[in-house]
């Protein structure tokens, strides 16, 4: 097993996942196994309780875990299922060794941070590693595993020992670390500044770890002067000084690392031997390996349908989140990957949810937001939990309903879609969830799970990848899963406490939204569909965790499609 570690230094958000994910998708496509490990430092036992403002998305895996986004990046780029013990938290390191302690396995020695935090740190690193990711039950052969914070964190310093550690436990000649640094420009003058990556070395050095490759991340291209300076002062090989300058996407960023010979420098430091022709070249005139030209076709139709001079498709986001982005990290990518596919740019105007709500029908905000809901060619409601904007969220899915605009919803997208049919469809004033109203306020459609803990929040939703057997096959979104069969299943993950309540679900599917998908059971709504909509899906699973660069959501496709159609005819 190969271990290769990636660090980042001078300030976070610096594109170490990028990065870390770029380098292990270059190793699968030269024929090597990979697996991936991100580790967080927060005290939290997993990202699961985490406001989206705070740490942006939860990505959930198919065995449940909640975890930190960047393990999405590595699932899209290496299209593989991790599970939830590729993501590493202090907590669940501390709470592992504190039930050890409990348990009396320690015979009664002092607990430290060192030995015992750091060595539970490497045995889970170790255990995760030799894990199959790819579906055949394999062995892998390297592990990426990246540090998340920045180098000299306090909170990081028990893993970072644990790295020193860990580079003799499994021999020098299986562990590579790479580390992440900032190349800046200051003023007028356009000089790549050097000083911030040679401390962030050097404080990195005094902690017992030397990296064998300084990845700095900059605005344009490094100069050669710059890669000089950067080797001499920072005790790095010239040639394993590595740009990773600003490029059109983030696809890119692999075929970047490539050109300046990355792969063949890693496999030259770990001795790995991979099953491409690595002499081989697609041809004489493409500088591309062959073994990455599926990849750099995908980077070049994102370059396409981003610089596309037609008129973009317009997708509206009515979430509650849209203040961050990467809150909805995962629904973006997905529509990204719907786009290439049907090979059309498409362009997000976030709206925030509220800003639709009569209350602010005085201000600015209100009509600007109703302006890019009517200007859009679809809609999207995504997840999300609490009360706040789920009057606005209600009123979108009533336009796209109303009005024939495209509309998909997920998770709590599908909760709106169902309490706004039951309001202005069934009659049933006030129909709420229980998750927003008191008993007694008006009718609950939606409602609590019986099997969810109510006092516990973290890992207790229903989680996780899970079958949903299609009831009918005369629907679109049936098609789009090329689901023929009555009875046939698909694999989704979900991430929910409420349902939609069986006792409603007879008289709301005789009016006229379908519940076309339900869980082995029977008994819990999976999918809805609006019968006579050009297409008004809505899901309580969330399809764009399953999403990927070469293999488009259905969902996705089908709302881009109806959307694109839906432009032709303006």
């Known amino acids: 097993m190969k271990y290769i570690v990636v660090t980042g230094g001078v300030l976070s958000g610096i594109g170490k996942g990028i990065i870390a994910s770029s380098t292990a998708m270059i190793l699968k496509s030269m024929g090597l196994r990979v697996t991936s490990i991100k580790i967080d430092p927060y005290l939290n036992i997993d990202a699961g309780t985490m406001s989206p403002f705070e740490h942006g998305e939860v990505f959930v895996l198919d065995d449940g875990g909640e975890v930190d986004l960047d393990l999405g990046n590595y699932e899209r780029f290496l299209d593989v299922n991790l599970g939830k013990d590729n993501n590493i938290t202090t907590g669940k390191i501390y709470n592992l060794v504190i039930e050890k302690e409990r348990k009396g396995q320690y015979l009664g020695k002092t607990v430290q941070v060192v030995p015992h935090i750091t060595e539970e740190i490497q045995n889970w690193i170790e255990r995760v590693a030799h894990l199959p990711v790819d579906g055949d039950k394999a062995t892998p052969d390297v592990c990426v595993i990246e540090l998340g914070g920045t180098v000299g964190d306090i909170e990081s310093m028990p893993f970072t020992e644990a790295l020193r550690q860990f580079q003799f436990r499994v021999g020098i000649e299986n562990f590579c670390l790479m580390h992440v640094s900032l190349v800046p420009v200051l003023g007028v003058v356009g000089e790549q500044k050097t000083k ?74 770990l001795q790995l ?53 990467d809150a909805y990290l995962s629904v973006i990518k997905a529509l990204d990957h719907a786009s290439m596919a049907i090979e059309r740019k498409m362009v997000i105007d976030w709206v925030e949810a509220s800003n639709l709500e009569s209350q602010n029908s005085t201000t600015a905000e209100y009509k600007k937001s109703w302006e890019m809901l009517r200007g859009a060619h679809g809609i999207l409601v995504p997840g999300g939990f609490g ?89 679109k979104i049936s098609k789009l899963y090329n689901v023929d069969t009555v009875g046939q299943a698909v694999e989704e993950r979900h991430r929910h406490r409420y349902e939609v309540n069986p006792d409603v679900v007879d008289e709301i599917h005789a009016k006229g939204l379908h519940f076309v998908g339900k869980d082995t059971t029977g008994i819990r709504m999976e999918i809805v569909e609006l019968k006579g909509h050009d297409y008004y899906v809505a899901c309580q699973f969330h399809p764009e965790f399953k999403s990927r660069p070469q293999r488009p959501s259905p969902p996705f496709i089908g709302l881009l499609n109806a959307s694109l159609e839906r432009l032709k005819k303006m």
């Not at 024939?404 to 039951?422: R, T, Y």
Request: charge should be neutral.
């Open 387 to 475: 009360d706040r904007g789920i009057e606005g969220m209600i009123l979108a899915a009533h336009y796209a309903r109303t009005s024939g605009k495209p509309f998909l919803g997920i998770c709590l997208g599908l909760q709106i879609a169902v309490i706004e049919f039951a309001r202005n469809v069934m009659g049933w004033e006030n129909a709420n969830s229980e998750e927003f109203t008191t008993s007694g306020s008006g009718k609950n459609v939606v409602v609590f799970m019986p099997e969810v803990s109510k006092t516990h929040m973290g890992g207790t939703m229903r989680l996780g990848s899970r079958d949903t057997i299609f009831t009918d096959v005369d629907n």
């Open 196 to 269: 911030p990556s040679q401390q962030s070395i050097r404080e990195l050095r005094s902690l017992g770890l030397s990296p064998d490759f300084c990845l700095c991340r900059s605005t344009q291209p490094l100069t050669e002067e710059t890669k000089k300076k950067i080797s001499l002062f920072c005790h790095v090989a010239p040639d394993n000084v590595i740009g990773v300058h600003d490029v059109s996407n983030i696809y890119r960023v692999p075929i970047l690392l490539n050109q300046q010979n990355l792969p063949n420098l890693v496999l030259r430091r």
């Open 273 to 325: 031997t991979p099953t491409v022709d690595l002499s081989k070249t697609s041809s004489p005139t493409e500088s591309t390996p062959y073994w990455m030209a599926s990849w750099k076709g995908l980077a070049d139709r994102m370059d396409k349908i981003t610089n596309e001079s037609l008129n973009p498709i317009r997708i509206a986001m009515v979430g509650k989140y849209t203040g961050l982005t």
